[in-house]
């Protein structure tokens, strides 16, 4: 934040995947995952992903958490305030320089960088989602990511059924705490076990 190079190459870079990253559908799971949710199924999800398409599909915000922040919205870094990106998308492809707030702040995308810390309010919302939690389901992750993969461990721990579903290993593999391990893409698995838990 303290090198106008640096932001620069940050929005010249964001700018270039813009393109893909606002043209994005959410796809079978993700609208499996509200159907739950519309069923009264889903305390909270908590995702790594930072592509904004489970608000997207209709998650509802309230409980949506979004370990690593989102695309889908740019955060003032002096006040805070979050506002959609195209506008200002627009604005650095006109001028080449980097939005500003209407504070004075510097806008980054609603993302956590390298280096940077996780919200430490974000994090105790998944936490406290994880304590609460009967049941946990890890979808489409390695489980390789740190605090992430601890918050479903943290639920298996005490006792509540986890079930992972991944293509690939992942680090929790093996483990006793983990109830049912579905080795499969999610998109083969996940929607057509919520229509059939959903009858």
Same mark, same amino acid.
């Given at each position: 934040?303290?090198?106008?190079?640096? !932001?620069?190459?940050?929005?010249?870079?964001?700018?270039?995947?813009? +393109? &893909?990253?606002?043209? =994005?559908?959410? $796809?079978?799971?993700?609208?499996?995952?509200?159907?739950?949710?519309? =069923?009264?199924?889903?305390?909270? &999800?908590?995702?790594?992903?930072? *592509?904004?398409?489970?608000?997207?599909?209709?998650?509802? !915000?309230? @409980?949506?958490?979004?370990?690593?922040?989102?695309?889908?919205?740019?955060?003032?870094?002096?006040?805070?305030?979050?506002?959609?990106?195209?506008?200002?998308?627009?604005?650095? @492809?006109?001028? @080449? !320089? /980097?939005?500003? /707030?209407?504070?004075?702040?510097?806008?980054?995308?609603?993302?956590?960088?390298?280096?940077?810390?996780? *919200?430490?309010? &974000?994090? *105790?919302?998944?936490?406290?989602?994880?304590?609460?939690?009967?049941?946990?389901? =890890?979808?489409?992750?390695?489980?390789?990511?740190? +605090?992430?993969?601890?918050? +479903?461990?943290?639920?298996?721990? !005490?006792?509540?059924?986890? &079930?992972?579903? $991944?293509?690939?290993?992942?680090?929790? *593999?093996?483990?006793?705490?983990?109830?049912? @391990?579905?080795?499969?893409?999610?998109?083969?698995?996940?929607?057509?076990?919520?229509?059939? =838990?959903?009858?």
């Amino acid at each position: 934040m303290t090198s106008e190079e640096a !932001r620069i190459e940050h929005w010249d870079y964001k700018l270039e995947g813009w +393109p &893909v990253i606002s043209n =994005a559908q959410p $796809n079978a799971v993700h609208r499996a995952v509200v159907e739950l949710e519309n =069923a009264g199924k889903v305390l909270s &999800v908590v995702t790594q992903n930072i *592509d904004g398409l489970h608000a997207a599909a209709g998650t509802s !915000r309230s @409980r949506l958490i979004e370990l690593h922040g989102t695309n889908s919205l740019v955060e003032c870094q002096s006040c805070g305030a979050l506002s959609e990106p195209g506008p200002h998308f627009d604005y650095f @492809r006109m001028h @080449r !320089r /980097c939005p500003l /707030c209407s504070c004075g702040g510097f806008l980054k995308t609603a993302t956590i960088s390298f280096g940077q810390n996780l *919200d430490p309010k &974000v994090l *105790d919302q998944a936490c406290e989602a994880a304590n609460k939690a009967d049941l946990v389901v =890890a979808l489409g992750s390695t489980l390789s990511v740190y +605090p992430a993969a601890s918050i +479903p461990q943290m639920a298996a721990q !005490r006792g509540v059924p986890y &079930v992972i579903v $991944n293509r690939g290993a992942t680090e929790h *593999d093996g483990q006793p705490f983990v109830s049912l @391990r579905i080795e499969d893409a999610v998109e083969n698995v996940f929607p057509a076990a919520v229509s059939k =838990a959903l009858g």
